[in-house]
């Protein structure tokens, strides 16, 4: 089985070269070795890079601002519609918030954002570097609701900042992507949610490091509509040029440095790219190949959880802040990019009941949160429902999450919350507490927006999906 990104491996490989060569082994077998190695975890070191290009080009392929959020560099973008059933476009969408996008190219000044004052409502701004990494919120939680100015400076920027700027937050990276999310009651609230949205305001102020536009630095051409297929297309050369070239614009964080220096042996650095030209025909053969079983990796780690259970609900306390766990990131970055970091936001996902049982509309369920274990979050919950292709479920009461903002939600005597979990209809004084299921499979995924610190220590646990009695 194919495991990388040990560092120990990397050491065998450079302590033996010479020996093998002494010894009368072929040293082209040791220069292929040790560019297979090297070319595997400088694929998947680079894979959340490569992604989050491809979804920038993506995304900013448009003159102005479209209503699925795509819009220019340096703008942001909104989605303001509630998402139903009938949207294929979309997986695991929710109906808690709307989004907002803006991909901000730092090379071109300093993003002067600025927000508008949004009472009791909650919302937040991920900013989230060029791999993946989320380096800071302005929002209810981290900059409080009041109308502000925000100053988003790339590492090398020189600047005058502005005096009515609250904060001052450095990026890791020259490519920020930040990702805004908006409370919305319903669809009557939308109209309100709308106003706020256009009061989220990007400038670019200041001097510019470099003036070439972003995609002419490191474009590849027509971006297509899908990020990892556009990754996956590539040639193996074009893959490690690609990732050369986004790392001279991002320089990978020092901590990485243990690793990514190392990828100099390849011809792979931050300074100039990736320059194949004085490899020898080894070095090129083992890191085709390091190419392709990058790929096997990224692809195998993607369909592990990665994550911690409880009760059968599935979270994971690493999402947004990866530190050196390179497999995960990719595996991540494969599956989706946009991972709150838990204390903003900490999703749990089940398919199966407590005793691992397969969620199916065939049987009727129930969730119930006794008195002192209901979800503790300082914004909000909800528990929403997806078929077995990730999609919203068409029901007759239009109700496809249900949480402590569901009106009409019955709490009973005991204060405990009950909620009721089936296809057909339960009786009716269970109807404000039920959440319609599909005939077939389902999942379903607990949010919890801004949780307590009994979530993120692990004293709370959510309540186990049973089986009707």
Not at 322 to 345: H, K, M, V, Y
């Amino acid at each position: 089985m194919e495991k990388f990104l040990i560092y120990p491996l990397l050491g065998i490989l450079l302590i033996f070269m010479p020996i093998r060569a002494t010894c009368g082994v072929d040293i082209d077998h040791a220069e292929e070795d040790l560019a297979f190695a090297l070319g595997t975890q400088a694929y998947i070191f680079g894979y959340p890079l490569a992604i989050t290009a491809a979804t920038t080009l993506i995304a900013t392929n448009t003159d102005s601002p479209l209503p699925n959020a795509y819009a220019p560099f340096n703008q942001f973008g909104h989605v303001a519609k509630l998402f139903t059933a009938e949207d294929k476009d979309v997986v695991s969408s929710n109906v808690d918030t709307v989004y907002s996008s803006a991909f901000i190219d730092l090379k071109q000044g300093a993003a002067l954002i600025s927000v508008p004052g949004t009472g009791d409502r909650y919302y937040s701004m991920m900013l989230e570097d060029a791999y993946t990494n989320v380096f800071g919120y302005i929002g209810s939680r981290a900059t409080g609701n009041e109308p502000g100015k925000y100053l988003i400076k790339g590492p090398n920027w020189e600047g005058r900042v502005p005096v009515d700027v609250n904060k001052v937050i450095t990026a890791p990276t020259a490519l920020v992507w930040v990702i805004g999310r908006t409370l919305v009651e319903d669809e009557a609230d939308l109209v309100n949610v709308k106003k706020i949205q256009a009061g989220y305001q990007l400038e670019m102020i200041g001097p510019a490091v470099d003036k070439t536009p972003a995609k002419k630095r490191w474009s590849l051409g027509d971006p297509g509509k899908i990020p990892v297929k556009m990754v996956e297309q590539l040639t193996w050369q074009d893959y490690y040029y690609w990732i050369g070239q986004l790392m001279k614009d991002n320089p990978p964080p020092t901590a990485d440095s243990g690793l990514y220096v190392q990828f100099k042996s390849i011809g792979l650095t931050a300074e100039t790219g990736f320059n194949p030209e004085s490899l020898s025909d080894a070095a090129r053969k083992g890191l085709e190949r390091g190419y392709h079983a990058g790929k096997r990796v990224v692809k195998r780690e993607a369909l592990k959880t990665g994550a911690t259970e409880v009760n059968a609900w599935a979270y994971n306390m690493s999402q947004g802040k990866w530190e050196q766990d390179f497999n995960l990131r990719a595996a991540i970055a494969f599956r989706s990019l946009g991972q709150n970091t838990p204390e903003e936001a900490l999703y749990f996902n089940t398919r199966t009941t407590g005793k691992k049982e397969q969620l199916n509309g065939a049987n009727r369920y129930t969730i119930t949160f006794k008195k002192d274990e209901l979800p503790p979050v300082d914004a909000f919950w909800s528990i929403t429902m997806y078929n077995a292709e990730n999609f919203f479920v068409d029901n007759p009461i239009n109700r496809y999450a249900i949480g402590d903002r569901t009106k009409g939600l019955k709490i009973a005597g005991d204060g405990s919350l009950t909620i009721y979990i089936q296809n057909p209809a339960p009786e009716e004084a269970q109807n404000s507490n039920w959440l319609p299921a599909p005939t077939g499979d389902f999942r379903l995924s607990l949010r919890l927006y801004n949780p307590k610190q009994s979530v993120l220590n692990g004293d709370w646990k959510p309540a186990p999906v049973k089986i009707k009695e």
